[in-house]
Each structure stands twice: as structure tokens, then as C-alpha cells.
């Protein structure tokens, strides 16, 4: 656990225990309210909230907040951090499946939020028993809102911090899909209060449904895109083993473009262009006869014509698919040369898509530190970064390269305890062949 991460779960841990002692104090659970309705809630939000789903990034996700914001509304901040700290307790915490400091830290999370969310509707509405009126309604929103938006946040905070990421690709990849319908939960609270009130607790049963339906549409689309990655990952590898050589090239530019991506500050939906784009660059090499993508000598000039089609074999082959759309850009592009001398469509500069120059730098990159039948001796990660400046404003965005060389994937590739490399000409990048290095072969391998 880094300091950052220990830091963060104490002062949030703390926060938390002090905002529960004094919400119970100073505003104790109310007497209509009572160890019966506190205890239905208590089970209300154990139920709804013992099994969230797992989102891409990391974070977990329940239907639970309804709940605790309903006993907020009905039984004031007392209430609703004592419903927060007991029913948010999961089955894989009493399997100790999670550390005792994540367990400490996931109800730290949840109280704060509570109790803050309900102090929030008493000062609204000036406090007293609940009523249906559309003041509590929009202070029931206003309090959901405070409640979700300071929980997700110090959820994707701890998740940033644990896998050394920014807390905005964490954002951007996990609670974009789903934040309107976590906010809509909030006005669904109020409507639960509002039948507990004045029907009784039994009726409330009836909103098990929405909320498991909510619950299962949060799945499916975890599912989907998780489908939906594995497929085109798999794509990814089918071109990637025609060749031994380029197993994982296809993963690998795909990381790198990441990096470089996030160095820029790019925005989450380049990011997942990105990710995408990497993996499915090279498709088009589906559509290259073998004689000539597997050729371990020079390509004659015809061959060379057929080998620079792949881009646009490749934009034809992902054109169909809708979700893809920001993709095509990068897969048609991606071996376009800063100086107007590349392919398929001799764009220059800037008028280059900016995730295809990202991810031209990251293939050419990836290429020339990996071995290929015509250059068995990859060259280090210092002579490709020094090639890669040599070409800077003529094959490559000068801007993308200062961004690459910021990266930390420059100096993990880069390993400063191993003995020099011997001295060896370090090989040009040819006009029409950005990877084929000496023996001017072919590029994008």
C-alpha cells in the first residue's frame, strides 16, 4: 500500500467516524422512526447492497443508496449513518476476501456520504417528519446527488491510488456508463419514503424489482463491454499469430498509445480509442497474402504495394461496426508521415488524426525494440528513442514524441542497471518504410 493510499484511508476513515459520532448526537434517529424501522433498513441495504458490480476500472457499484437516502429522509443523519455503517457490510468481507483496511475504508465511504447527504435534506427542508411535498423532493435529489457524487468519488480516489492511475481515467472508464441512472436512484428514495410512510414498510417491497432490474442493467453492461473488449482483443490475435514474431505487438502498441495518450491528457473516450485502436490496427494484415506478410526478404515494389493496402483493408474490415466509429480514424491512418510521405492518404501534420500520430509513434517504437526475422537484435530502448528524434517533423509529431519520451513506459523499457549495448550502427528508418529497419523490409510489424 503506498503512503498516498494510507493517507487517503485515514483521513477518510476519520472523517467518517467523527461525522457518525456527531450525526448520532446531535441527530439522533427520530422516535417515529424507532429500532424497527432502523433495523428494516439496515436489512433493506444489506440486501441491496450484497452484490455489487465489478466496473471495468475497478470500482464496485450497488443499488443500495436508495436505502440509506430513504432512512436519511425518514430517520434524520443518525439514522441514516448507522444504516450506512452496518448495511453496507458485504459477504466477501465476512469471507475475508477483503483486507480489514479496504473493509474500513468501503463503510468509511458510504457513512460520509450519508451522513453529509442527510444534513443536507434537514437543512433544505428545515427538518422535522417527513412530507411529500416537492420541496423534500428536491431535497432528496439535491442530498442523492452529494451522496453519490462524494461516494463515487472517494471509491474511484482509492482505486486510482491502489493502481497507481488517475482518478479521471477511472472516472472516465467506469462511472460514465452508468451515472444517470445512479442519480435517478435518488428520486426513487424519496418515492420509497414516501410508501413507507403512508402505506407501511410491507409495500416498500415492491420497489425490490426496479432496483433489482437496475442492479441487472448494470451488469449487462459490464458484461457487454467486457464481450465486446474480449472480441476485439481476440481479433487482435488472430492477425498477431500469423507471425510469431508479432505475438503481442498488437497489446503492446496498445500500451504504449495508452501512455503516451494520458501524458498528453488526452480525454477517457480518446483513451478507449486508444485502447481499441491499438488492438485493431494492424486488422487490415487479414487481408495480406501470406507470401507477402510472412516474407523474410526485401519486399519487391509490387509486394510493397499490396503490404500498405492493410490500413485501409483494415478500416473497410471495422467500417460495419457503429461502436467502432471512433476507431477507423486510427486504423486508416496510422502509417500517414508527419512530412505528407505516407500512407494510404499522404495527409500531412496536424491534419493527421492526432490518435493516429499517438499510436505511429508507439508502432514504430514497438517495432524497432523487437526482434523481426530481417533484425533478430531488437535495438534498445535509448537507440529507438534516438531514431524515433531523428525522424521528428518528418515521419513523426514532434509534440507526440516529447510526450513519449515522458512516459514512464520509456524507463521501464529502459533498463539502466544492464551493461551498455555494444556499439552498432543504428539503422535508418527508410522514406516509404517506417519499420523495416536494415533490411528495409516493411513496416508495422
Known sequence: ?????????????????????????????????????LLFWVAATLASSASPVSLPRGTKVSVSGSAIIAAAVLGGPGAAGIVAAIGTTEGRELRGEVPWYGSVYNHASVILPAVLGAITYEAVTGGGDFTPTPLSLVAVTVAGAIYYGLNTLLGVAAVALRDR???RAVLGGDIRVIAASMLALAPLAWLVAYVYASVGWW????????????????????????????TISSLASAVDAKDKFTAGHSRRVQEISVEIGRTMRISEAEIEALEWGGLLHDIGKIGVPDAVLLKPERLTKEERIIMNMHPVIGADIIGPVERLKPELPIIRHHHEWYNGSGYPDHLVGEGIPKLARILHVADAFEAMTAARPYRMQPLTAEQAMAELRRYAGIQFDPVVLDAFARTPYVRDVADPGRPPAAPRPIPLLAQAAAMRAESGRRDGQ
Do not use: N, W
Request: avoid cysteine; proline fraction near 4%.
Open 165 to 167: 492511475t488517475s482518478v
Open 1 to 37: 500500500m503506498t503512503a498516498s493510499l494510507r493517507l487517503l484511508i485515514g483521513v477518510v476513515t476519520t472523517a467518517s467516524a467523527v461525522a457518525l459520532a456527531v450525526a448520532v448526537l446531535r441527530f439522533p434517529p427520530t422516535d417515529h422512526f424507532g429500532i424497527g424501522g
Open 203 to 230: 409495500a416498500t417491497l415492491l420497489f425490490a424489482l426496479p432496483l433489482a432490474s437496475t442492479r441487472g442493467a448494470y451488469k449487462s453492461v459490464v458484461e457487454i463491454r467486457r464481450m465486446f473488449t474480449q
